[in-house]
Nanobody
Framework: QVQLVESGGGLVQPGGSLRLSCVAS????????MGWYRQAPGKQRELVAT???????NYVDSVKGRFTISRDNAKNTVYLQMNSLKPEDTARYYC????????WGQGTQVTVSS
């Protein structure tokens, strides 16, 4: 069973930066697509960024140019570098491994506020 553990969230001021990490268990990480999602209270869970096993990336329009998803297969870790943070980025951020139902982490809270 794959387990994912996110970390790196916190409280930051608008314009600040955070780097989220997601460490995965198991031996299938290097061949798995990975994604970062976020969910704010009362909102639908939103796909933020994806990265394939070949490191091809995609982003939701609202974070393009500000967020960067990357992976380190030797560490079974996927990252989300978040720059120029806005209050609208406030949400709980979740890591997912695989397509379809996949596997989910517990999430890490990101709050952007002055």
């Amino acid at each position: 069973q794959v387990q994912l553990v996110e970390s790196g969230g916190g409280l930051v001021q608008p314009g600040g930066s955070l780097r989220l990490s997601c460490v995965a268990s198991g031996s299938s990480f290097s061949i798995a697509a990975m994604g970062w999602y976020r969910q704010a209270p009362g909102k639908q869970r939103e796909l933020v960024a994806t990265i394939t096993s070949g490191s091809s990336t995609n982003y939701v329009d609202s974070v393009k140019g500000r967020f960067t998803i990357s992976r380190d297969n030797a560490k079974n870790t996927v990252y989300l570098q978040m720059n120029s943070l806005k209050p609208e980025d406030t949400a709980r951020y979740y890591c997912k491994q695989g397509l379809g139902l996949g596997y989910w982490g517990q999430g890490t809270q990101v709050t952007v506020s002055s």
